[in-house]
């Protein structure tokens, strides 16, 4: 995510409420998207708290319209009654039309799959990354993992030669 800068130029994070480390690890993911959610006000405070998961967590477009599920936040301490909300219930993502019939295209053509990567806050609100994949069988995880460390193991090694300290042997 890329730091956003504010009226007097200085630059600030995003931050962080939830992130779905396995979904790269499970998707081969192709493009992101940085998209709104609708919440509920208690919902908004449970984030702040930052006890979100989004493990198992998905995305769908259900006439029209794109919906997360799987996601849970937890109920805000504080809210009881009315102002109380459902944890697992269905999210809807706020995005323009042609990004959603875009998106709607793309499911049903070539099979991929929208799976939410992060939920963090930017400038006040909550924003969630989606990210556009298809999923990996075993033997590309595994695939995926020894590209992983060889490149880590050639960074290490050009950050030997860098300072001049090259293996020997």
Same mark, same amino acid.
């Given at each position: 995510?890329?730091?956003?800068?504010?009226?007097?130029? #200085?630059?600030?994070?995003?931050?962080?409420?939830?992130?779905?480390?396995?979904? +790269?690890? &499970?998707?081969? *993911?192709?493009?992101?998207?940085?998209?709104?959610?609708? @919440?509920?006000?208690?919902?908004?405070? %449970?984030? +702040?708290?930052?006890?979100?998961?989004?493990? &198992?967590?998905?995305?769908?477009? *259900?006439?029209?319209?794109?919906?997360? !599920?799987?996601?849970?936040? /937890?109920?805000?301490?504080?809210?009881?009654?009315?102002?109380?909300? !459902? /944890?697992? +219930?269905?999210?809807?993502?706020?995005?323009?039309?042609?990004?959603?019939?875009?998106?709607?295209? @793309?499911?049903?053509?070539?099979?991929?799959?929208?799976? /939410?990567?992060? @939920?963090?806050?930017?400038?006040?609100?909550?924003?969630?990354?989606?990210?556009?994949?298809?999923? +990996?069988?075993? %033997?590309?995880?595994?695939?995926? *993992?020894?590209?992983? !460390? #060889?490149?880590?193991?050639?960074?290490?090694?050009?950050?030997?030669?860098?300072?001049?300290? %090259?293996?020997?042997?």
């Amino acid at each position: 995510m890329a730091a956003s800068s504010d009226r007097s130029g #200085t630059q600030r994070q995003n931050k962080v409420i939830a992130s779905n480390r396995r979904a +790269r690890h &499970d998707y081969a *993911i192709e493009d992101t998207l940085e998209v709104g959610i609708v @919440l509920q006000g208690s919902e908004v405070k %449970a984030c +702040r708290e930052g006890a979100v998961r989004l493990a &198992d967590s998905y995305a769908r477009v *259900i006439r029209g319209q794109v919906w997360l !599920d799987g996601v849970h936040i /937890p109920q805000y301490q504080f809210a009881h009654g009315i102002g109380a909300h !459902d /944890p697992n +219930r269905a999210r809807k993502l706020l995005m323009h039309r042609r990004e959603i019939d875009k998106l709607d295209a @793309l499911v049903s053509q070539q099979h991929v799959s929208l799976v /939410p990567l992060s @939920l963090y806050f930017k400038d006040g609100r909550v924003k969630v990354e989606l990210g556009v994949g298809k999923g +990996r069988k075993q %033997a590309d995880k595994r695939q995926a *993992i020894a590209e992983r !460390d #060889t490149m880590r193991e050639v960074q290490r090694e050009m950050g030997r030669q860098a300072k001049g300290q %090259a293996r020997r042997g």
